[in-house]
């Protein structure tokens, strides 16, 4: 069930890549390039935009209903139970570790002997 899941999120967002790039912009995008230009022809220039426009919200609402339906239930690993460091130090040990005693050089008395 995760691998279909993974693999219609990934056919959802190349198709949402790909409305989002033929949607044209104020230069003109990609749309001309890949026949947005004829796809305006089709469906006129305000329902190509339209389509367009509605086709984004829509991919981009079941990408986003994909990833936290994937997230909450699907997610390998999720069971491991295991605690992470910090919570590890703190529950084997209440109190902090004693500092290890500090080594000294050896004092040595100067004596200048004349």
């Known amino acids: ?7 219609i999120e990934i056919l959802v967002s190349i198709l949402l890549m790909i409305v989002v790039l033929m949607q044209s912009s104020k230069g003109g995008g990609l749309a001309g390039s890949f026949g947005g230009a004829g796809m305006g022809t089709v469906f006129g220039v305000r329902r190509t935009a339209d389509f367009l426009s509605r086709a984004t919200t829509i991919l981009a609402v079941i990408f986003v209903g994909l ?9 390998p690993g999720k069971q491991s139970g295991a605690d992470s460091i910090i919570q590890r130090g703190s529950a084997t040990s209440g109190a902090p570790r004693p500092l290890p005693p500090a080594s000294r050089p050896a004092a040595t008395p100067q004596t200048q002997g004349k």
């Open 1 to 7: 069930m995760f691998g279909i899941l993974i693999m």
């Open 67 to 75: 990833c936290i339906l994937i997230n909450l239930f699907f997610l």
